[in-house]
């Protein structure tokens, strides 16, 4: 008999409580992530990627409502009393938020807030977690660690504080890891040590990893498996290099067409220069509009009023995932004109 998934959702919708009344926010979100295996998800901002982390930490809003299935190592969570999620958070599945000064706690020592979840669900003194978190600050490669176990969030870098953050989840040995856009707002050297600081550490443990992103090159370098997400849809998914390697929605592939590449200048609009690549500029193409507002999302493909090869079929259904390689799927009836089909 095979051993379950580490984590299996099995067609998750998500119903949000708004002012202009209840409107579905995730259309059958589903996908499975092993142990040691590395899944991201992609998209723009408002197309559902953070909700997706929210419901599997059961850190919904208020007043949502929750349908399908979510597993963890075979046991069902959708329907748990809090004290159960309560339970897991911190200790089973963990999160690594995108703002980490946001994400701590301004009035209290990093130490105290790495030994918290440690005296919460292994029943630490504060002597045994204070060494506990030391050593989880080293792990993480936190320069002078010792020395800052007392130090508050103020007086470390975004980038020392994304590793407390990143220790904090690791303190209870996780089964599953999502990270939320882990390096927002540092810059390209400190976001490649993070990176590679996630990875090394889940490939240590023998962790799920759910990586939350809107940088291509991140999932290029970092995930086995991607999800493009859009208006609360899943519209493809694949291993990384199959999908990168054929692009197959008109989505994926505006996305992918928009990504800024090094030696190209941008050309100031109306400068009437065509150039060439690396030399005189040349203008990223962009995709039209903006994501649809939950409360107006078509009854057809969500990315329909957006894409250039929509018909009128693409406005009436909502279309099914289409197998395009084996473990490579994507939802549009358009794969031959987008040139995703084989």
């Known amino acids: 008999m095979s051993c379950p998934p580490l984590l299996a959702l099995d067609d998750l919708r998500v119903t949000l409580a708004t002012p202009r009344g ?3 926010a995730l259309h059958g979100v589903s996908f499975e992530i092993d142990r040691g295996q ?9 197309c559902g990627k953070s909700l997706t982390a929210l419901a599997l930490m059961g850190l919904l809003p208020e007043g949502a409502r929750v349908t399908g299935s979510l597993r963890l190592n075979g046991c069902e969570l959708l329907g ?17 938020f995108q703002e980490p000064m946001t994400a701590l706690n301004p009035l209290h020592p990093i130490g105290a807030q790495i ?3 440690l ?4 029943g630490l003194d504060a002597h045994a977690a204070r060494a506990q978190a030391l050593r989880l600050l080293q792990r993480v490669q936190l ?27 690791l303190a209870c040995g996780p089964d599953l890891l999502i990270a939320d856009e882990p390096t927002t707002a540092l810059d390209v050297t400190i976001q490649r040590e993070v990176l590679d600081l996630i990875n090394e550490l889940v490939a240590e443990d023998g962790m799920g990893l759910l990586l939350i992103s809107h940088d291509l090159g991140v999932m290029a370098e970092t995930v086995q498996r991607m999800l493009v997400m859009y208006a609360g849809t899943v519209v493809e998914s694949g291993p990384t290099d199959a999908l990168f390697a054929r692009l197959a929605h008109p989505y994926t592939r505006g996305l992918f067409a928009a990504r800024p590449r090094l030696g190209w200048r941008a050309e100031a609009p109306g400068d009437g220069q065509r150039g060439q690549r690396g030399r005189h500029g040349h203008r990223l193409p962009t995709i039209p509009g903006r994501v649809p507002e939950l409360a107006e999302l078509p009854s057809g493909c969500g990315f329909a009023d957006r894409c250039a090869l929509a018909i009128d079929d693409c406005r009436r259904t909502a279309p099914p995932a289409l ?3 084996p473990g490579h799927a994507a939802r549009c009836i358009r794969l031959v004109e987008a040139g995703g089909a084989a």
Not at 119 to 122: F, G, I, S
Not at 146 to 167: E, K, N, T, W
Request: hydrophobic share 40%.
């Open 22 to 24: 209840p409107v579905q």
């Open 38 to 46: 590395t899944l991201g998800l992609i998209g723009e901002s408002g």
């Open 80 to 96: 748990q009393p809090e004290a159960d999620w309560c339970r897991l958070r911190g200790n089973r599945l963990a999160m690594v």
């Open 115 to 117: 030994a918290e979840p």
């Open 119 to 122: 005296r919460l669900h292994q």
């Open 143 to 169: 320069p002078q660690a010792a020395s800052r176990l007392d130090a508050y969030p103020h007086q470390l870098s975004g980038g020392q504080r994304q590793r407390v953050v990143i220790a904090i989840a």
């Open 323 to 325: 197998e395009i390689a």
